[in-house]
């Protein structure tokens, strides 16, 4: 039985170390004690360290949106998950659709990324998703085939078994459309497909697939009541707690 994950994504919001710790408050006094469901927040770089205390002792784990894949050196202006984890991170969001589009990161960069966090024994996000005009185009299996096989591109089967993959429609993200459950729980079913022929149906059928795209209270418990669907990775519904928590209690 797969546990249901669902992670909140800050992105560049909450930024302030104050706010971020009244946000990360509320969520810890909402959903700090459940266990059914796993919960994380991932809050910007300046506030991890002001959640970091506010979520110790909860049930609610701490995760970066974004990693670079070396240890320390001169790599002005990046953050490492050596850093991430002196922080108290134990699981890092990777190749989220807006890294790829306005940063053009590569699935052999992101690649490196998340066998950085796994040598480091944080839990990678792996994101993947098509695009708008790739969905029109009928493209949606390869370009996510594309970024599932990119990513996971050189794990052993037990490695495999310590990721998240998120499924991202990118024209779904931010813009309150959200794809129909059973098309979400069609492009979920694939995804478990290629994971079976990629590390074989045991570890496979464990690996958990979240969906990213406009999830929110109202459609949270269906989307969740999926067969593939094991969780969400949550944009503009974590910056409210209250939404956040009514995703959360879904997945109960």
Not at 43 to 66: D, M, W
Not at 133 to 138: F, I, M, P, S, T
Not at 192 to 210: C, H, P, V
Request: with cysteine; hydrophobic share 40%; net charge negative.
């Amino acid at each position: 039985m797969r546990k249901i994950i669902v992670a909140g994504n800050w992105k560049m919001n909450a930024g302030a170390p104050e706010d971020a710790a009244a946000l990360a408050k509320s969520v810890v006094e909402r959903v700090g004690n459940v266990e059914e469901v796993e919960v994380a927040v991932c809050p910007p770089f300046t506030a991890i360290a002001a959640v970091a205390e506010v979520v110790r002792g909860s049930k609610v784990a701490l995760g970066s949106q974004n990693l670079y894949p070396k240890d320390s050196g001169a790599y002005t202006g990046e953050v490492s998950g050596t850093f991430l984890k002196s922080l108290g991170c134990s699981c890092v969001i990777l190749g989220h659709s807006e890294r790829r589009e306005y940063f053009k990161e590569t699935n052999a960069f992101i690649n490196e990324k998340v066998k950085a966090a796994l040598a480091l024994g944080l839990l990678p996000i792996l994101c993947v998703g098509e695009k708008e005009e790739e969905r029109e185009a009928g493209k949606t299996e390869a370009v996510v085939k594309d970024h599932v096989e990119g990513g996971l591109a050189g794990l052993s089967a037990d490695e495999a078994k310590k990721i998240v993959i998120a499924y991202e429609p990118v024209w779904a993200i931010g813009t309150g459309k959200t794809a129909k459950p059973e098309d979400a729980q069609a492009v979920h079913a694939f995804i478990r497909g290629i994971l079976n022929e990629m590390f074989g149906a045991e570890t496979g059928e464990s690996i958990r697939i979240q969906y990213g795209g406009s999830m929110k209270p109202g459609n949270a418990k269906e989307l969740l009541a999926q067969p593939d669907i094991d969780g969400g990775l949550i944009g503009g519904a974590a910056l409210k707690a209250e939404d956040f928590e009514g995703i959360v209690r879904a997945g109960i």
